[in-house]
DNA sequence: TCACAAATGTGAAAAAAATAACAGCTTAAG
DNA sequence: CTTAAGCTGTTATTTTTTTCACATTTGTGA
């Protein structure tokens, strides 16, 4: 069974499917558990054991075979269908998200973009529709959008969720510093630089004693 | 003694650290871990086993003074000196970080920027001074800058991080979706929005099983 | 064909982290 | 002053995650 994988081995999984992907590309055929490790610098046994958690053993004592351990990942964590995204903020970073070409290989597909300053829908050019901040619950119910970017001010942050939920979002990347709050069944990944920088400056602090 | 400290310890204590901040401007005097708890959501258990990582008990039974408690953390982990910062790649996201003001109230100095297209450098309208990329360890060593930004293209991403590590550098933080093999003792942080969007989409799938 | 070096898959052991439990202090109200 | 309710600090317990060990399988070269 495929429930309950431990959320660190879905984010390694995650990382290994990318890693997966590229090595597709660049024409390699097979690849083991220790190197594996090397490049995405965690234990070879960790590795695999988290392969493990998919229960669906490929062939004992050879490889992994690239293409079919990338099938593999991306059957058990439904990497393989296209999901629907929106940008919410169109400033600095939202905007710069927005035009961010490389999504599509990967799966996702940004359908719209949503601002509360009319002149900035009106005047930013850019490949998909934009609408103005109150029509994020009906935007996102219509066109069936799973994930968000959620790149405003901390202060209209909370707001922005609300409307996104109201729409029936999935998960949502939370640029601002704001913590929201929010139904659990939501998926939300807080991405704040600022946070970043304090941890390292911790890890810094605490390693040289 | 203060060594091992669990990391998910620090990272909550960080966000604390913020929250703290936060209360004490709007003054707020006093705080229950319950409370803590809420606006983190973590529980009060938690709450309180972070605090007592630290080693050093404040009065036992009355609820945490907000300005103690946010000196003691400031104080564990180093938040109180301010920290000289860097950005390495002036595109879209490193330009948005460069001239993002509210960095210095938390105790980050942004003190240059750098990228490759010297064009960039010298047309960019920034309040600190910028260089090309090459030379970023002179400028790095020169003014004791610890932390760094890199928001360059992935494919240049290790070259920009070896030239920041043979400069000194102790923290980054990776915007690119390039792995770094780095020496063990810096500090890095990836911010890979393409996989919290996977991740995020993997969450969700296994979710609703 | 056979032997052997090199892999994998997974149950078991160990380590790490979250959660709970509770003794003892604090504050406020009567 | 006394009591009761509420809170913290820390030890104990449980749960989660990582690491290990090894039986078993593959591919290769003589
Ligand atoms: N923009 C997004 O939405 C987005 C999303 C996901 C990931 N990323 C990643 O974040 C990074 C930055 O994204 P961006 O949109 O700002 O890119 P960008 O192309 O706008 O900017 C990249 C900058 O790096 C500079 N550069 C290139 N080589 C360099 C070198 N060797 N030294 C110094 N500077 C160099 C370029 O001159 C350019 O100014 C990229 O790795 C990108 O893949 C961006
Ligand atoms: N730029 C950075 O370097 C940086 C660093 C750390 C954190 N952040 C955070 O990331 C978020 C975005 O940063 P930015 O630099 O792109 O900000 P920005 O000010 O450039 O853009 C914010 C955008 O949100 C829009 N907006 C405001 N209220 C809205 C609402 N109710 N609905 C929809 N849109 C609304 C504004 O019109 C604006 O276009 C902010 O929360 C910021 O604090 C940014």
Request: proline share 0%; hydrophobic share 35%.
């Given at each position: 069974m495929i429930h309950s994988i431990p959320e660190p081995a879905i984010k390694r999984l995650s990382a290994l499917y990318q890693l997966l992907c590229r090595l597709e590309k660049s024409g390699v055929q097979a690849i083991s558990s220790k190197e594996i490790g090397e490049r995405l610098d965690i234990s070879a046994h960790t590795v695999r054991k988290d392969i493990s958690y998919l229960r669906e053993a490929q062939?004992?004592?050879?490889?992994?075979?690239v293409q079919k351990l990338k099938e593999l990942i991306g059957r058990s964590l439904k990497f393989t269908t296209s999901r629907k995204a929106c940008v919410v903020g169109l400033g600095k970073i939202g905007a710069a998200i927005l035009n961010y070409s490389r999504f599509g290989g990967y799966?996702?597909?940004?359908v719209a973009g949503f601002d509360s300053n009319v002149n900035i829908v009106e005047t930013l050019n850019a490949d998909m529709d934009l609408f103005p901040s109150y029509m994020i619950p009906e935007v996102v119910t219509d066109r069936s959008i799973e994930l968000a970017v959620l790149a405003v001010p901390a202060d209209a942050a909370q707001l922005c969720a609300d409307r996104l939920v109201k729409g029936g979002i999935k998960g949502i990347v939370n640029f601002s510093s704001a913590l929201l709050t929010i139904d659990k069944k939501i998926a939300v990944s807080d991405v704040d630089v600022t946070k970043e920088l304090r941890v390292l400056s911790a890890m810094i602090s605490l390693a040289d004693r």
């Open positions: 062939i004992s004592g050879a490889r992994y075979t799966g996702f597909d940004i």
